[in-house]
């Protein structure tokens, strides 16, 4: 006699809202004085299974912009380069830096068909800094860098960790 299973029933993936707790930018002064700003932000929280295994996929985005000294801006690049190219042009490779402020950014979200409340704490880090010959339509240096991110889910009354 053969058994029948019953096809596993899929959990229809839900978009979860969130609050900003703290959206902080990651503060970095590199040798030449150019200020590197970054922030990577939450761009959503979908929830793709639910009970006892409730499982999430959290998205994110990077912002970045500098604040540079007079003397690096110039005439700004006349053609568009894609950024996978970008490498070609680097005229300055791993520029030192001193990181002036790293902080988490946090987000409270509410799953409320779960009653459950947790944190997301997002962390960018930079690990390495590259000026290249092209400029921005503001003719700033365009840089290329590597980081690493970090997202860590906590329960709310778990925040301070």
């Not at 590199?30 to 793709?48: A, N």
């Not at 902080?103 to 409340?117: A, F, S």
């Not at 944190?119 to 860098?145: A, H």
Request: aromatic share 10%.
């Amino acid at each position: 006699m053969k058994k029948e299973i019953e096809p596993r029933k899929e959990y229809p993936p839900k978009f979860l809202d969130w609050e900003v707790l703290k959206e902080e930018w990651n503060v970095y002064r590199l040798y030449d004085g150019t200020i590197f700003k970054t922030k990577l932000v939450l761009t959503h929280v979908l929830k793709t299974a639910s009970g006892e295994r409730s499982s999430y996929d959290v998205g994110t985005t990077r912002i970045v912009t500098v604040l540079c000294p007079q003397h690096l801006i110039g005439e700004p690049s006349k053609e568009i380069v894609p950024k996978e190219e970008l490498n070609k042009y680097v005229v300055e490779r791993n520029i030192r830096f001193d990181t002036i402020k790293s902080d988490w950014n946090e987000y409270l979200v509410r799953d409320e068909e779960e009653r459950r409340e947790f944190i997301i704490r997002i962390l960018e880090t930079l690990v390495s800094i590259s000026r290249t010959s092209k400029r921005d339509n503001l003719g700033r240096p365009i840089y290329v860098f590597n980081s690493s991110g970090q997202v860590v889910v906590h329960p709310k009354s778990q925040r301070g960790l």
